[in-house]
């Protein structure tokens, strides 16, 4: 959790954000989306959610990232698959935390790990591509 309240005063610091613009969400919220996904979410992940998972001010906010909008990205993902016959099948433990006007889409797979790697699928056929090594790192990198 501290790395994650390491990134929200960066958030501030930077002027990406301020209090007002930081809203996490609820315990409730990460059980909603863990049991809509039928997964157990990473720890880094429900830190994340739980500091600024509703809002983080200007931090992507031209990307699905933000609870509730997330809900849909499986769906959307598998829309793009099939659309642009891509040679790929989302893994099974896999959840996609963000979206990019529908041809971009992050995930990390949920398999016990508390900070996973990050993984890159867009259209255009090629396969996933690894972007980082920790979800943590991920966010790291999106406030720089």
Known sequence: MSQINDIRGELLQKGLATEDTLEGVSMADVGRIESLADL???EAYKSFLLSFGKNAGKLANDVVFFYSE???LKEELEEMIDEEGLDFEIPSKAFIFSGYQGFQYHYFICD???DPEV???MDGGGPPEKVADTFTDYLKSMVS
Do not use: E
């Open 70 to 72: 997330i809900l849909g």
């Open 119 to 121: 993984y890159r699928i």
């Open 112 to 114: 016990g790990k508390d």
């Open 40 to 42: 157990q979410l990473p």
